[in-house]
């Protein structure tokens, strides 16, 4: 059975066409997005972009960036983005 994460929560699940977007929020330290954007075509590329909501940004309402990852499919960008959290999952 997998470990539950205690600190992360998924807060908004968007599909429209080919644009993604989830994102998981970690009790308002953190915001871990999961993003495709429809204008890259029939790639499978999504990226994962983790930002400090305490740390306002020009560029987003989710905050500051601290880290942005390219990867090559969706099951990457998952499979990233659920070890990232298990890594950080200190509340």
Known sequence: M???LKCWKKVSNRQVGNNI???YSKKGKENLELFKDSLW???DNMNVIVRNPKKHSYESVLGKTKLVKHLDSRK???????SYMKEHDKC
């Not at 990457?76 to 659920?82: E, I, P, T």
């Open 21 to 23: 977007s989830i994102i």
């Open 76 to 82: 990457q960008a998952l499979k990233f983005a659920k």
């Open 2 to 4: 997998a470990k539950r």
């Open 41 to 43: 075509g029939k790639t």
